[in-house]
DNA sequence: CGATCGGTTGATATGAATCAACGTGCGTGG
DNA sequence: CCACGCACGTTGATTCATATCAACCGATCG
């Protein structure tokens, strides 16, 4: 479980591309269905400074028999885990870089804004343009341009770790999948 | 459950486009992590003539802590879920339209070989050429280009409901993600 | 002070989409 | 039995979205 700070989950290719699968905030387990696993099949990294705990396979089963709590809390994990690669998976594979783009944030703001408290639509955002890139399946050039249409557009502005919201229901028109 | 034929799970856009999320074949669960939910997050549909047997929510949970064998595999069902939306997601975000399609087909290969006595490589295999194009996010007509180059190439034949695969390890080197 | 990283911008190339036409097999209704 | 419509696949011409290549800029850091 990641207990502070922002990290992702990735699968990494030999040619050296990856994808990122997942976006990890605090209070997020690494991958849930791993319980029920002898290996991992993906790699995490830090985005910024974390604090992790670590829990053996074996304490947690213990655990998910012993209190319905834990095993509420996993499962619930699995669901929107699963949710969250759908989402992804149809985002990638339907639309344009513009929706994919603006899903990725619509999809990670209220995840940010159920940890921080926000300001004027400014939300923490640690994320480098290659990350975007790498979770929606784009060049990073491609994001810069894409982002850069936005902002001139009046969407939004990121900048210095800053999301900052300006016009979010036509992001919401864009990204939200419906 | 599906018992025979084939079928898929999918996820529909307001506007017509739709994301396949997985194929299924006789044995498959429809979504294992359903079982932890109240509505469900996807429509299914039939490829063939299908056979089918469902399940009340409730059975499953008391059938699940009763019995280990059907708590086992409901968490394989996760488990494999998790491991190919993972892959599915590499391919739509890093991968060429060709490296897709061969992916696609390099994974529905043992599945179909699990189930059906293959002689000299050759596959049953329903899907039309849209089935393939929404599920790796190309259009119809390009994936027939692309077919028609892997033909060309004697990479595999696919015609009539079946597949006959020609040179499997140029297939591999293509669509295997390593 | 130079090196490196992240982002921006322009020019060009390329993969895939789109538009359109055509062929073929098949089921249906006359 | 035939004519028609329709679903599916193929192919060619063209357009469009995104990638690639390259230069540049500002901030940061050793």
Redesign the interface.
């Known amino acids: 479980m990641l207990c502070a700070g922002w990290a992702f989950r990735y699968?990494q290719?030999?040619d050296g591309?990856?994808?990122i699968?997942k976006f990890l905030l605090p209070g997020d387990l690494f991958?849930a269905?791993t319980i029920?696993?002898r290996t991992f099949?993906?790699s995490v990294k830090a985005l910024t400074e974390v604090q992790v705990s670590g829990f053996s396979r074996s304490e947690i089963r213990r655990r998910c028999v012993a209190d319905p709590d834990v095993q509420g809390a996993i499962?619930?994990s699995?669901?929107t885990?699963?949710?969250e690669?759908?989402?992804?998976?149809?985002a990638?594979?339907?639309c344009s870089a513009e929706e994919r783009i603006a899903h990725l944030l619509l999809h990670l703001m209220p995840r940010i804004a159920a940890r921080n408290v926000i300001r004027e639509q400014r939300y923490p955002f640690p994320l480098r343009q290659q990350h975007i890139a790498?979770?929606?399946?784009l060049t990073p050039v491609h994001v810069s341009r894409v982002l850069g249409l936005f902002r001139e557009r009046r969407l939004l502005e990121l900048s210095e770790g800053h999301l900052r919201v300006i016009n979010a229901a036509e992001l919401e028109r864009l990204g939200s999948?419906?």
């Open positions: 699968f290719l030999a591309r990856r994808q699968l991958s269905v029920f696993e099949h993906f499962a619930k699995c669901v885990d699963t949710h690669m759908t989402e992804l998976l149809t990638l594979g339907q790498d979770a929606v399946g999948l419906r």
